[in-house]
């Protein structure tokens, strides 16, 4: 396993299977905020991918023109620094795709770490999982969209990380600026 300065951390923002508001599971939408808000916050701390993650056609399709608008398309000559942000971005239909990309990548299969507003039994604090990243071992970062990840997705994975606290009761953030707020405390100086 290859030792790095930057952890071998991914990113994977699922939009199936995820909670819809009364506690069913749904297929949410992608956002374009989100891939652009999650690419540029994963390309500022160093992350190595965003992965994308819907099993429906038209969406998978709209990521894909999104991306290659800003990749290889005019947005790649009209803005470079969106150019370097976007191109970190994968588009899968299943996590289990995400992840056996990782895999290939020749490091072995990532420990998942998953995200949630709710409090978990077993959740994990963020300065331990900032040790634990640094390894080399590649991990995947998970965030789930709409009104997050069922529990079964959550019991399934390695880690839970502990959810963000302000100093208030409201805890509803939008998932980019959780995405932003924890890989600040995981990576930040």
């Not at 701390?45 to 819907?54: E, F, K």
């Not at 895999?103 to 040790?131: F, L, W």
Request: contains cysteine.
């Amino acid at each position: 396993m290859k030792t790095s300065s930057r952890p071998n951390l991914h990113l994977v923002l699922i939009h199936y299977p995820v909670l819809g508001k009364t506690g069913e599971v749904i297929a949410s939408a992608v956002t374009n905020l989100d891939l652009h808000d999650i690419a540029r916050a994963g390309r500022t701390y160093g992350v190595r991918s965003l992965y994308i993650v819907t099993p429906v056609q038209d969406q998978l399709e709209l990521v894909d023109k999104i991306v290659s608008h800003w990749v290889s398309g005019a947005g790649s000559t009209y803005n470079p620094k969106r150019k370097e942000a976007m191109a970190i971005i994968r588009v899968r239909d299943s996590f289990e795709a995400a992840l056996n990309d990782i895999a290939a990548e020749g490091n072995g299969r990532p420990a998942t770490i998953v995200t949630s507003a709710r409090h978990q039994k077993d959740d994990t604090e963020m300065a331990s999982m900032r040790k634990k990243i640094c390894n080399g071992r590649p991990y995947a970062l998970i965030f789930g969209t709409a009104w997050g990840l069922p529990d079964d997705f959550l019991q399934q994975a390695d880690y839970i990380l502990e959810p963000i606290k302000g100093p208030s009761n409201y805890n509803h953030l939008s998932v980019r600026s959780a995405a932003a707020i924890i890989l600040d405390r995981l990576l930040g100086k």
